[in-house]
Protein backbone atom coordinates (compact mmCIF):
# COMPACT_ATOMS: atom_id res chain seq x y z
CA UNK A 1 0.00 0.00 0.00
CA UNK A 2 2.75 2.14 1.01
CA UNK A 3 4.63 1.37 -2.28
CA UNK A 4 1.19 2.67 -4.10
CA UNK A 5 0.69 5.68 -2.40
CA UNK A 6 4.36 6.44 -3.20
CA UNK A 7 3.80 5.55 -7.18
CA UNK A 8 0.90 8.08 -7.25
CA UNK A 9 2.56 10.86 -5.33
CA UNK A 10 5.13 10.66 -8.16
CA UNK A 11 3.08 9.73 -10.62
CA UNK A 12 0.42 12.54 -10.17
CA UNK A 13 2.59 15.05 -11.39
CA UNK A 14 3.70 13.42 -14.27
CA UNK A 15 0.34 13.09 -15.52
CA UNK A 16 -0.36 16.67 -15.03
CA UNK A 17 2.33 17.52 -17.36
CA UNK A 18 1.50 15.24 -19.76
CA UNK A 19 -2.22 16.14 -19.73
CA UNK A 20 -0.99 19.84 -19.89
CA UNK A 21 1.33 19.19 -22.49
CA UNK A 22 -1.69 17.51 -24.74
CA UNK A 23 -4.09 19.80 -24.12
CA UNK A 24 -2.34 22.61 -25.27
CA UNK A 25 -1.19 23.20 -28.09
CA UNK A 26 2.65 21.81 -28.69
CA UNK A 27 4.93 21.04 -31.18
CA UNK A 28 5.63 16.93 -29.76
CA UNK A 29 4.22 14.56 -31.29
CA UNK A 30 2.20 11.35 -30.23
CA UNK A 31 4.14 8.33 -32.07
CA UNK A 32 1.82 4.64 -32.03
CA UNK A 33 3.78 1.57 -32.67
CA UNK A 34 2.39 -1.84 -33.15
CA UNK A 35 3.66 -4.97 -31.85
CA UNK A 36 6.55 -5.31 -34.08
CA UNK A 37 7.85 -1.43 -33.66
CA UNK A 38 7.23 -0.09 -36.39
CA UNK A 39 5.16 3.35 -36.64
CA UNK A 40 1.78 3.18 -38.17
CA UNK A 41 0.66 6.71 -36.85
CA UNK A 42 2.85 10.04 -36.04
CA UNK A 43 0.43 13.23 -35.73
CA UNK A 44 0.85 16.61 -33.52
CA UNK A 45 -2.81 16.55 -34.47
CA UNK A 46 -4.70 18.96 -31.31
CA UNK A 47 -8.18 16.64 -31.31
CA UNK A 48 -5.99 13.47 -31.37
CA UNK A 49 -3.78 15.04 -28.08
CA UNK A 50 -6.98 15.80 -26.55
CA UNK A 51 -8.48 12.39 -27.24
CA UNK A 52 -5.12 10.95 -25.78
CA UNK A 53 -5.67 13.13 -22.49
CA UNK A 54 -9.04 12.61 -22.09
CA UNK A 55 -8.59 8.45 -21.91
CA UNK A 56 -5.07 9.49 -19.83
CA UNK A 57 -7.38 11.46 -17.17
CA UNK A 58 -9.34 8.52 -16.79
CA UNK A 59 -6.30 6.27 -16.20
CA UNK A 60 -5.32 8.70 -13.44
CA UNK A 61 -8.19 8.88 -11.81
CA UNK A 62 -8.30 5.20 -11.38
CA UNK A 63 -4.58 5.22 -9.87
CA UNK A 64 -5.66 5.49 -6.42
CA UNK A 65 -8.37 2.15 -6.51
CA UNK A 66 -6.02 -0.30 -5.59
CA UNK A 67 -8.00 -3.07 -7.94
CA UNK A 68 -6.36 -1.08 -10.78
CA UNK A 69 -3.01 -1.99 -10.27
CA UNK A 70 -2.02 -5.66 -11.70
CA UNK A 71 0.82 -7.36 -12.65
CA UNK A 72 2.02 -7.66 -16.00
CA UNK A 73 1.19 -11.19 -17.28
CA UNK A 74 3.90 -13.13 -18.56
CA UNK A 75 1.53 -14.02 -21.89
CA UNK A 76 0.69 -10.70 -22.24
CA UNK A 77 1.32 -9.51 -25.63
CA UNK A 78 2.03 -6.09 -27.18
CA UNK A 79 -0.49 -4.47 -28.91
CA UNK A 80 0.30 -0.97 -29.67
CA UNK A 81 2.99 1.61 -27.61
CA UNK A 82 2.18 5.14 -27.46
CA UNK A 83 5.05 7.58 -27.46
CA UNK A 84 4.72 10.80 -26.44
CA UNK A 85 7.84 13.02 -27.77
CA UNK A 86 9.06 16.57 -27.08
CA UNK A 87 9.85 19.46 -29.48
CA UNK A 88 12.86 18.09 -29.96
CA UNK A 89 11.84 14.15 -30.80
CA UNK A 90 13.18 12.95 -27.41
CA UNK A 91 11.49 9.69 -26.32
CA UNK A 92 8.80 10.60 -23.53
CA UNK A 93 6.34 8.33 -21.09
CA UNK A 94 5.32 5.08 -22.89
CA UNK A 95 1.86 3.70 -22.83
CA UNK A 96 2.13 -0.02 -24.09
CA UNK A 97 -1.51 -1.80 -24.31
CA UNK A 98 -1.85 -5.67 -25.30
CA UNK A 99 -4.31 -7.59 -27.54
CA UNK A 100 -5.27 -10.18 -24.65
CA UNK A 101 -5.44 -7.99 -21.42
CA UNK A 102 -7.31 -4.54 -20.91
CA UNK A 103 -4.08 -3.11 -19.44
CA UNK A 104 -2.36 -0.02 -19.78
CA UNK A 105 1.60 -0.15 -19.21
CA UNK A 106 3.78 3.24 -18.30
CA UNK A 107 6.96 2.92 -18.53
CA UNK A 108 10.46 5.56 -19.65
CA UNK A 109 9.35 7.48 -16.37
CA UNK A 110 12.13 8.89 -14.99
CA UNK A 111 12.65 7.08 -11.25
CA UNK A 112 10.26 4.98 -11.40
CA UNK A 113 9.55 1.88 -12.54
CA UNK A 114 6.92 0.51 -15.18
CA UNK A 115 3.80 0.95 -14.05
CA UNK A 116 0.74 -1.68 -15.66
CA UNK A 117 -2.64 -0.67 -14.88
CA UNK A 118 -6.15 -2.16 -15.20
CA UNK A 119 -8.01 0.13 -18.10
CA UNK A 120 -12.08 -0.16 -18.29
CA UNK A 121 -13.45 -2.19 -21.21
CA UNK A 122 -13.70 1.20 -22.96
CA UNK A 123 -10.80 2.71 -22.58
CA UNK A 124 -9.03 -0.72 -23.64
CA UNK A 125 -11.05 -1.10 -26.96
CA UNK A 126 -10.35 2.91 -28.04
CA UNK A 127 -6.31 2.36 -27.43
CA UNK A 128 -6.14 -1.06 -29.12
CA UNK A 129 -8.11 0.62 -32.18
CA UNK A 130 -6.40 3.65 -32.72
CA UNK A 131 -7.32 3.88 -36.69
CA UNK A 132 -10.64 4.63 -35.57
CA UNK A 133 -9.66 7.81 -33.74
CA UNK A 134 -6.15 8.86 -34.51
CA UNK A 135 -6.06 11.72 -37.23
Known amino acids: MKRKVAYFLI??????????ACK???EGFLTILDSQNQQV???N???TFDEFADILDKVESEE???DAWVDLPDDAEVNYIYDISGRKGE????FTTYKNYPYVTLSNIPAVSDITLRLSEKDAK????P?????
Do not use: A, C, M, R
Open 11 to 20: LFPIFLLILS
Open 45 to 47: NTK
Open 131 to 135: DEWVK
Open 91 to 94: SGVK
Open 64 to 66: DNE
Open 41 to 43: YQT
Open 126 to 129: KLNH
Open 24 to 26: SKT
